[in-house]
């Protein structure tokens, strides 16, 4: 496949940001050619050679291209300035993100700032020591690493000594292994000032010219230090750096008084009025995908598809990694695209989610016992790598024919365990604010995870290499819980209808991927979880006995092991039952067997396993399930190969290498350690882990009710499934909302819903429907209990107003006004929150009232008393309650009051040519009462005309003559006079919110 730039170097030109491939020290020049994107984002190849340009610029050097963020009026360029060696799969090294950079695109003053922040905030978590400096003088100059994980937050890691280093296979330097951080201490107790210069650039007896290079700085770098705050000439162009052609020795201070460089301060040339939410918002939008990328959860290879397992990697070597790379877990495709679209696939760097660990350990074959022993691990990353050829000697020992491990003369033999988890991109988020199933049959909390057993050689001509899948994800149907809440309650959504075909959905794109499916469910069949569980198994039943997954009998496997029930009192050696029942599944499917390089043996089946969040009792199971396979790779060698997993000590890396991987895909839905790590470690559960345990509840429970909505909210941005709206949303309601399915799918259904419920006469055709919001108290501009969404219906003699049941998709009321009746129709400004920016919006919040005579004793009101479904269209007989809905006479004025809704979607609209773009608030309020006048002023010609009824004026509702009803433009609700009906109390209670959540 054509090569990915591995090193490139960043800089700013007056048209815009320079990417210019850098070759690594002691290779030879790269013959890539650099681009150029512009201010405005356009990305272009670069036209003109700059390398000989006599000025030189301030640079960055990074390590590849995540993609560009686009908030408000401005982007954002995000680049890995930080990586961490983690694993190594057929000599390609496989790398964690440890850092990113985000630099501005609005200017190269602004961009230069950043630059400079950035560069600063490297050296300031890459400070090597004196001695280190002289050791490392003849190395490659790769810029260290910073690690931080999900719960420092609130520890200044930086004071830990940094442990010793590993050599990168790529680029022969070393790189740190765990290194501290101060990134929380950046973006809690200092705002976010990533950018502040704490120190200076150089140490008081300087730097030699190799020290400089090993700092990623040349003496070119202190020139434009020196003059970076010097007026530029009009027109000046700038290039990248040339170390050569500067003199050595100079030393330019940066002083104390440099001002800080903040996000609130890039850029500053932002300022659109319809961006002003989106502007206030922007540091902490940066600071969030800033620390969401660093938070070492993603992972990625220039050369290796970490996106497919082993048996899927591709062949094709014409075709560049992101078009190889499987877009289920391309976790930076939305934010990459503009490079995809333009052609410059060699700055595309694909990612996944999820986690990548090794293991080496040596097994003696040599006794004559049934069992053999394992005589060796290799504990630390360091080993590991070194216990592998890179991908250039396994090629020329192949070719030599060099084929027999060397521990093999001993009696002993070497493995490799590798782990992959992969989460998917679809319905991606958080504990909570992601549950259930979506429409589209995506689930929450999608992980496949990958166990990989090979010799360290990845030769598969000196033995097979086995590969095992296993995967977990929230229970497939619609439901959600609150997070305020320690033990919160499943809530059920929509129909069984709709349940049923998501559930089949679901399973039938897992058939496609995987083959057969069994199911592990580990929710209570006690408690609150036992609704929930036993819903999962009713419809695994009714799946089978409709046809099964394909329609054509292939069943759906399914068992529920009530997990903490049965490994109650900490004995959680019990789960070997659960593996009693799973070992026929896990024979039957097998898994998948490379030799001489061609798949002779692949998996054919899929475990499916899930808890209520699919963390620790799932990583529990799982880690169970992969010992079995462990074990039945081992003993299906050539050499047959037994230990003992469960209890030697000796073996202890393998509970340590699931429990890692169980606590990454813990913080990166929880935001915390799984929970039950001790055992999953130890094999062996105490008291102090269940004390741990609760401590990290009580942190998942502060992350569901602080932190989390705002990271939804920029990770549904950054995979793609939702407008930059989403901001502003989250400012004016300080949550983060979650459509099962697209909004406008249901608001369709919902109206066809209601039409064919309430409609009774079969000659009564539909003109129109909307979906709009609505005071709870009828007949009331303002409801202490809030607003609903309704469906409003029009008709040719009739509007219905219909009250809807969404979690069961049903009408629970509908009122019918004739046409006749309608008095007149205003519409205007209707505020009704006066607490954030968007709410006091008057283009936005706009609405109509609909005012309307009860007339002839009529009761119009009917309420059904076990709600209105398709199914059971209840409208005069049982069941049905008719209400009386006047006070006072048959001629009692009445009015419904509607507010348009936000035009947004679960996913971003269709920007392509031809796309349909949803209505402003405005352009719904006018559509819809124009529609409304237009149908009931023919409809009162036609009853005029057959003399069945006079026309009514648009004045107080009596019957003087026939004109038309018109529209009355006026305000429902002022701003002003919204301001004075808010209260103190909740504007004080919004403000604490608001501080809190913001």
């Known amino acids: 496949m054509p090569g990915i730039v591995r090193k490139l170097l960043i800089f700013a030109a007056i048209d815009g940001l320079i990417l210019q491939p850098a070759s690594p020290r002691n290779h030879p020049s790269t013959t890539q050619q650099a681009i150029k994107i512009d201010y405005k984002g356009n990305i272009t190849p670069l036209l003109k050679d700059r390398r000989d340009e006599d000025n030189v610029p301030i640079s960055l050097e990074v390590y590849g291209i995540l993609g560009l963020l686009k908030v408000a009026s401005a982007s954002f360029l995000i680049s890995i300035c930080g990586r961490e060696q983690v694993a190594q799969i057929r000599g390609k090294p496989i790398h964690v993100v440890t850092d990113v950079a985000l630099i501005p695109l609005s200017s190269q003053a602004d961009a230069d700032k950043a630059i400079t922040a950035a560069k600063e905030h490297i050296k300031r978590h890459a400070k090597p020591t004196a001695d280190e400096e002289e050791e490392e003088s003849d190395s490659d100059g790769d810029d260290a690493s910073r690690s931080i994980t999900g719960d420092s937050l609130d520890e200044d890691a930086s004071a830990t000594p940094p442990r ?39 140490s008081g007896r300087g730097w030699s010219a190799d020290g400089r ?26 290039g990248p750096i040339n170390p050569e052609s500067a003199p050595e020795g100079i030393k330019e201070e940066v002083g104390a008084d440099t001002p800080p460089i903040s996000p609130e301060e890039t850029p500053k040339d932002l300022a659109e009025p319809a961006d002003n939410t989106n502007v206030a918002l922007l540091p902490k939008i940066l600071r969030t995908t800033k620390l969401y990328f660093s938070s070492r959860s993603f992972f990625f290879s220039y050369e290796y598809d970490l996106s497919r397992g082993l048996d899927k990697q591709s062949r094709v070597a014409s075709l560049p990694l992101s078009k190889q790379f499987d877009p289920l877990f391309f976790w930076n495709q939305h934010i990459i695209s503009p490079f995809i679209e333009t052609g410059q696939h060699n700055f595309v760097i694909p990612v996944i989610q999820g986690f990548v660990g090794q293991r080496a350990f040596t097994v003696d074959v040599s006794g004559d016992n049934s069992k053999s022993s394992v005589v060796d691990s290799v504990p630390t990353l360091e080993d590991v790598l070194a216990a592998q050829p890179s991908a250039t000697d396994s090629e020329a020992s192949s070719i030599a024919g060099i084929n027999t491990p060397p521990n093999e003369e001993l009696g002993r033999k070497d493995f490799l365990l590798t782990l992959i988890s992969r989460r998917s991109t679809k319905r991606a988020g958080l504990r909570y604010l992601r549950r259930g199933v979506d429409d589209e049959g995506n689930v929450a909390n999608s992980v496949e995870t990958e166990q990989i057993l090979s010799t360290p050689s990845w030769n598969s001509t000196e033995d097979k290499i086995y590969s095992f899948t296993q995967i977990r994800g929230s229970i497939p149907l619609f439901f959600s819980q609150s997070p305020y809440s320690l033990k919160p309650v499943p809530m059920f959504w929509g129909s069984p209808e709709t349940n049923a075909a998501a559930f089949k959905l679901h399973f039938s794109n897992l058939a496609a991927r995987y083959g057969s499916i069994y199911c592990v469910s580990l929710v209570d069949k006690h408690g ?14 009714q799946l089978n006995s409709s046809g099964g997954i394909d329609g054509k009998g292939t069943s759906l496997g399914f068992v529920w092991f009530d997990f903490h029930n049965v490994c109650r009192g900490m004995r959680f050696e019990n789960v070997s039952l659960l593996m009693d029942t799973l070992r026929p599944f896990m024979i039957s499917t097998g898994f998948t067997t490379i030799a001489a390089d061609k798949v002779i043996q692949s998996q054919t089946g899929v475990l499916r396993i899930n808890c209520m969040d699919c963390l620790d009792r799932t990583n529990v199971v799982q880690s169970a399930c992969a010992r079995v396979a462990l074990t039945s790779q081992l003993a299906s060698l050539s050499s047959p190969v037994e230990i003992d997993l469960q209890t030697d000590p000796r073996t202890a890396w393998f509970n340590t290498l699931w429990a890692d991987n169980g606590d990454a895909i813990s913080k990166q839905y929880a935001g915390t350690a799984a929970l039950k790590g001790d055992f999953t470690r130890t094999r062996r559960r105490n008291i102090s882990g269940a004390l741990t345990d609760f401590g990290l509840t009580l942190s998942r429970y502060y992350n569901n009710i602080v932190n989390d909505y705002f990271a939804q909210a920029v990770i549904d941005y950054l995979v793609g499934r939702a407008p930059d709206s989403i901001f502003a949303d989250f400012e004016a309601d300080m949550k983060s909302a979650d459509y099962f399915i697209d909004i406008r799918k249901l608001r369709q259904a919902a109206i066809d819903r209601s039409a064919g419920i309430v409609i009774e006469d079969p000659h009564e055709d539909m003109v129109a429907g909307w979906t709009l919001s609505c005071p709870v108290e009828a007949n009331k501009l303002r409801s202490a209990a809030g607003f609903e969404e309704v469906v409003l219906l029009l008709t040719e003699h009739a509007v219905y107003f219909c009250r809807l049941d969404w979690g069961t998709e049903k009408v629970r009321s509908f009122e019918r006004v004739g046409l006749e009746n309608l008095v007149g129709v205003q519409r205007g400004v209707y505020v009704t929150s006066t607490l954030a920016k968007r709410h006091m919006d008057e283009e936005r919040n706009v609405g109509f009232v609909l005012r309307y005579r009860a007339g002839g004793g009529e009761q119009l009101v009917r309420v059904n008393t076990r709600s209105l479904d398709s199914g059971n269209k209840e409208r005069k007989g049982e069941g049905t309650k008719r209400a009386g809905v006047g006070n006072g006479g048959d001629d009692a004025e009445r009015f419904l009051a509607f507010k348009a809704l936000p035009p947004k979607s679960s996913f971003v609209e269709g920007t392509g040519e031809g796309a349909e773009m949803p209505l402003s608030e405005t352009e719904v309020v006018k559509m819809v009462c124009e529609e409304i006048v237009r149908v009931a002023n023919k409809a009162r010609k036609v009853e005029s005309v057959d003399g069945s009824v006079e026309g009514v004026s648009e004045g107080d509702g009596n019957v003087r003559g026939e004109k038309d009803l018109m529209i009355e433009e006026k305000d429902i609700i002022s701003l002003a006079d919204a301001k004075k009906s808010t209260g103190y109390l909740e504007q004080i209670g919004y403000s604490l919110k608001k501080l809190v959540w913001a």
């Open 213 to 238: 290079r090993m700092q990623g700085m040349s003496s070119g770098e202190e020139i434009a230090m020196r003059n970076m705050n010097q007026p530029k000439e009009e027109g000046q162009v700038t």
């Open 528 to 541: 609150s979880e036992s609704k929930i569980g036993e819903a999962f198994e009713k419809q695994a039943g």
């Open 164 to 202: 010793e280093g590993v050599k990168d296979s790529l680029t022969s330097q070393r790189v740190p292994l765990d290194r501290g951080t101060s990134v929380a201490e950046d973006v809690i107790r200092k705002r976010g000032m990533y950018g502040r210069f704490a120190e200076k650039w150089f």
